[in-house]
């Protein structure tokens, strides 16, 4: 492979995944208190869930350091390959300024940096691409060229079950969280541009869930050159009942179209339960 293709473990891609499509993944880190554990390395995401409903320590994360970045990419301009690295957008974490700080360190190397704009299965989803267009031999500047495309008509739409998580970390502010619980009303949140929006309010998580579907459903352009990747967090029976909820309204196959767990990166924020639909229209 002519191009290395990099990302960050908030795009939430399964190992073996990775593996397969050649993608180097960077871990963030995952903190308890005292302790920290490398996103996906150290800390089993059934041991992550465990500690976070005991509750003694709320976890909280931190993006790599730019000498992690600089190892990862090392290896890969040592054997002459260009760099695509592709990264949770700078609006939600530092993750690319140390990208960027370790890019510098290789002044003569080619080692382009993607802010995603999205996080978890956006980020993956455009990983993926590139990876795929990697393999087909591209080029970095061809790469860049259709990942500029992506992100102009990619969207992604989450519901969260419990606001707590997301308020502790500054997500959704107290007095929203507030009369959400009050009101029993449940927020769909818009994930793109490099920020987290309230699409809509409902009140029930199941008509949440159907809102993103149709929110999806409406942003899609061809069906069949569509990308679509269905998240859940340590909610598996959630996941595929939105996934076939959303496969009962697609009039086509998609290009791409499967179900993944977010990770503890960004079930810190979101919580146990959150789902979401990630999407690049074709």
Excluded: W
């Excluded at 707590?164 to 970390?169: E, G, L, N, Q, Y």
Aim: glycine content about 10%.
């Amino acid at each position: 492979m002519a191009v290395a293709i990099l990302t960050d473990s908030t795009s939430d891609i399964d190992p073996a995944l990775a593996a397969r499509y050649g993608i180097d993944v960077i871990p963030l880190f995952v903190n308890f208190g005292d302790e920290r554990f490398r996103d996906g390395i150290d800390l089993s995401r059934g041991e992550f869930y465990r500690r976070m409903r005991e509750g003694r320590l709320l976890p909280t994360t931190s993006q790599p350091t730019s000498a992690m970045f600089e190892a990862a990419y090392r290896p890969h301009v040592e054997a002459g390959r260009a760099i695509v690295s592709v990264h949770i957008t700078r609006g939600l974490s530092g993750t690319i300024n140390a990208a960027q700080a370790a890019a510098a360190q290789f002044p003569g190397a080619e080692i382009r940096l993607v802010d995603s704009l999205t996080v978890t299965g956006g980020c993956a989803l455009l990983a993926l691409h590139a990876a795929e267009l990697a393999r087909a031999g591209e080029s970095a500047g061809a790469i860049l060229d259709a990942l500029e495309r992506d992100r102009t008509v990619q969207h992604g739409y989450c519901t969260l079950p419990d606001l707590s998580h997301a308020v502790r970390t500054g997500r959704v502010g107290k007095t929203q969280a507030a009369l959400g619980s009050l009101l029993r009303i449940v927020p769909v949140l818009r994930v793109g541009d490099g920020e987290v929006d309230v699409e809509a309010r409902v009140r029930t998580f199941s008509r949440a869930q159907a809102t993103i579907v149709d929110a999806t459903v409406r942003d899609l352009g061809e069906v069949a050159k569509s990308r679509l990747l269905v998240m859940h967090a340590h909610a598996p029976a959630s996941g595929e009942a939105l996934l076939e909820r959303l496969r009962s309204k697609l009039t086509a196959k998609p290009a791409y179209f499967a179900l993944a767990e977010a990770g503890p990166a960004i079930a810190t924020h979101a919580g146990e339960g959150a789902v979401g639909i990630f999407s690049i229209a074709g």
